[in-house]
């Protein structure tokens, strides 16, 4: 065997002997209150599991689905075209196009999730827990 294979190869054997996702505890689901069984952090509020998409009538929930593939077809879209593209200017144009699109998508959720918590706060709830 080569000497230069052998590095790489040791390098391989020694990651998958290594169970870093097998260790009690490292996906989340051990702690008390997660669903989902991922430690999601702070962005816990992001699982569709929890809250209002669990009541939503199916013909909204199709709307909201059908929203959400367009907004992921634009995004693959643009993807398909930076990668395509060979001029770098012309990339650079498509990349701030995505980069719009992003930020603008990032705006509507935090408005939409902004009237929610004032919502929650009209009700007496703390939208906080």
Known sequence: MK?????PVAALAIMLSTPVLAQP???GADKPGNKSGMNHGKMAGMNHGDGMMTNMDPEKMRGH???MQ???LKMHDLSNKIL???DPAKQ???KDQQLQLMMQHHMAMRQKHAMKGQKGAQKG???AQ
């Open 3 to 7: 000497k230069t294979l052998f590095i």
């Open 25 to 27: 505890g490292a996906n």
């Open 65 to 67: 689905m059908q929203k």
């Open 70 to 72: 367009e907004h992921r």
């Open 84 to 86: 395509a593209e060979t």
């Open 92 to 94: 650079q144009a498509l």
């Open 125 to 127: 709830q703390n939208p």
